[in-house]
Each structure stands twice: as C-alpha cells, then as structure tokens.
C-alpha cells in the first residue's frame, strides 16, 4: 500500500533531491545532522549503490555517522580528509543573507567546523525555514559543563548590555537530564525573538569564558535549495533566486518510504 509524505517531509525531500544535482563524483562531503539532512544521505546513498557515485563524507554528529554507516555511504574523519569541496546541511532558520540559525539537533559545533572546512556550504531546508528577521527560533548556544549556571548568568548579562532580553535563557534538557553533545558540552537555547545585529550577538557571546560556540552561521554558507510541498524547490545565492519545479518521483518516494518503516 502507498502511503503520502507529509507536506513538511516533501518539502525536505525535495530540497534535498536538489541537492544532489551539486554533487559530482570525486567529491568530499559535509554529511550535515536533522530531519532534511538525512533525506539526504538517504538519497546520496541510493546513488552510491545504484549509479556508483564516488564520494566521501565526513559526518557532523554521531546520529548522522549512525545513518550513514547504516546506509553504505562511505565516511572518513575531517583530519583524514584535510578538507571538504560540499558541505549539505540543514538549518533552523535561514535569512536572505544567508544567515543561519543551526542546533536545534544539537549538532552545531562540529556542523560549523565542517562547513568552515569546506570550499561551499549548501544549506536545505523546507520553506518553513525561511525568515525575514532570525530570532524566532531559539538560539543555541553550547558551553562547556563547568559553572554551567555561572556561565548562563554571564550570557544573560551580556545580552542586557546589548539591550537584548536574554532572561528567557533554558538550559536544553533530555529525559529531564542536561542534553550533552558529542563533544561532551551542554546547550543552553537563547528565547531571542528578533535578532538585530547577528554578528555583534555572535561576538559578544563568544567573547564569555565557558561559552564554545553560537548556532549563529554568518558568511558560511554560500547557497540553499528550499522545498515546497507543492513541488517547487526556490534556488537562493546572495545575489539571485530561481524556481525550479522538481518533477514528482512517486517511485523513488514510495521506495524510500518503504525502507524507512523496514
Ligand atoms: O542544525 C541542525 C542540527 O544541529 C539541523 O540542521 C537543524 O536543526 C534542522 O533540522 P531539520 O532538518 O530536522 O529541521
């Protein structure tokens, strides 16, 4: 029996079928983390096995070398691969500068890492995704464990200085427990709401001692494919946008479907 993707899962199914079309052979991968992102892999994979592309990934989060390496697709470290031509990756919120917002898997820090690595950052995301102001969805911010609460403290003062109301800061839980990422740090997600000067905010908190990193992704990435449910994919650079109708692929969905409920 057929059974539909939802709207939102199209749509990141067929930003990240786009996606595929930047892939050449030869290539070493960004292998990005989330829900879009692993529509990705899936699809990668499949033309690993069947067309016989040959690329290498380096994966930015324990979760997606899991999938991966489920998958076949073929992974290596970022020091063995030195650096990458494509980083594919999803994102929280994305701006017309290209500006994002990444973490909400948690994954932010090595994702920042491997897309710094990489010639080109392409982000893939459902229309959903897309923001006239970046805020809305809380900030993450990873800092290492110690003096956890005196570090939060600080990243709430400093964002007072910066006129911004940053009391609404949580630390990110899981099973009522710290969510602690691969690298062994925790997340504390900033309730902004409007982010004004994206790259005065990064500053500031990365200037506070315990803070490692921002999920905020300034000048790294250099293109998104954007999927609508409907059908269309909207190509963005800094510079120009396009549309292009994705052609339906009930087989290839039905197919990936079925893999994913095995
Ligand atoms: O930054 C990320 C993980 O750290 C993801 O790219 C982001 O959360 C988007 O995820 P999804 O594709 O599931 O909406």
Redesign the pocket.
Known sequence: MSRELSPPDRA?FLAARQALTFVEDGMRLGL???????WFHRLLAERIHREGLNVIGVPT?SRTRDLCNALGVPLTTLDDAGWLDLTI????ELDESLTLI???????LL?KIVATASDRMLVI??GA?RVKTLGAFPL?VEIVPFGWKTTKAIVEEALADLDVDGRNSTLRLHNSEPFVTDEGHFIIDLHLGRIGDATALAHLLTDIPGVVET?LFIGIAQAAVIGEPGGTVIRMTLHEEDRVIAPPAPEEEQDLIGRLED
Do not use: H, N, Q
């Open positions: 990141k990005g983390t989330g829900s879009t992102a692993a989060s990756d999803g994102a929280d990444k973490g909400g898997g948690g994954a932010l994702e995301a459902d995704k993450p999920g």
